[in-house]
């Protein structure tokens, strides 16, 4: 079965500042990975997501995440965040006929 | 388009008593959903369906918890007797693609569980 790993489970940072939230899996299949976001209040929802292809993905809202297939690693970034990117972030890995969650990363962005 | 609707929002009940949860996924969907997210962790999948089938429930401790999804579409989990460790948000999702996992799951509000 699939596992993921997210670290810095806090993030404090400014506004401007620079983002990357690192994501490793461990899956021996062909893996699909995705970002999942939740605002304070709302849902859970898609930030992006990749199947195939280009290894550098663009989502919503700015962020991109590069999957290395050497590395097994789904790292998120964004080059200047906002206060409205305050939030949970989750990693996911699709393999083995379902999603497996990290444990996410809570950022907070100060004005 | 509706998105995914959960009841209730919130339910305390005391250990060993028993909850239900209700689910009506995004219409048209065929693929649903339950996790279960304890604190400070990401979720986990409980069971997935597929239209009425259980598609996968290994994840699912059987001997207190049940689902099942009514023609297809809302789908019910209970906990029969609760366990404080069953304190949790329950989350369910719909995905329209059949093949489920790999395709962009559509995420309820969830019901926070606190058992005393």
């Known amino acids: 079965a699939q596992s993921v790993s997210q670290h810095n489970h806090h993030v404090i940072l400014s506004e401007a500042a620079s983002l990357e939230l690192g994501c490793n899996y461990s899956?021996?299949?062909?893996?699909?990975l995705f970002w999942y976001v939740q605002y304070p209040g709302q849902h859970l929802q898609l930030l992006l997501k990749y199947f195939s292809g280009d290894p550098l993905v663009k989502g919503i809202k700015g962020f991109e995440a590069e999957f290395i297939k050497s590395k097994f690693s789904f790292n998120l970034r964004k080059p200047s965040v906002q206060w409205s990117d305050t939030a949970e972030y989750f990693c996911?890995?699709?393999?083995?006929?379902?999603?497996?969650f990290g444990k996410g990363n809570q950022v907070v962005v100060i004005p | 388009e509706a998105g995914v609707a959960q009841s209730p929002r919130y339910k305390i009940i005391e250990k060993r008593q028993s909850v239900a949860f209700w689910c009506n996924p995004i219409s048209g969907h065929a693929t649903l959903y339950w996790y279960q997210q304890i604190l400070g962790q990401g979720p986990k999948l409980l069971i997935q369906f597929q239209n009425n089938g259980v598609v996968d429930d290994s994840q699912l401790p059987k001997d207190r918890f049940s689902a099942e999804r009514l023609k297809g579409v809302d789908s019910t989990l209970k906990i029969q007797p609760a366990k404080l460790e069953d304190s949790a948000v329950y989350l369910c999702?719909?995905?329209?693609?059949?093949?489920?996992?790999?395709?962009?799951?559509?995420f309820g509000p969830g019901t926070r569980l606190t058992v005393t």
């Open positions: 899956y021996g299949g062909t893996v699909n």
């Open positions: 999702a719909s995905s329209l693609d059949p093949r489920g996992w790999g395709y962009e799951q559509y």
């Open positions: 996911a890995v699709g393999g083995n006929n379902r999603l497996a």
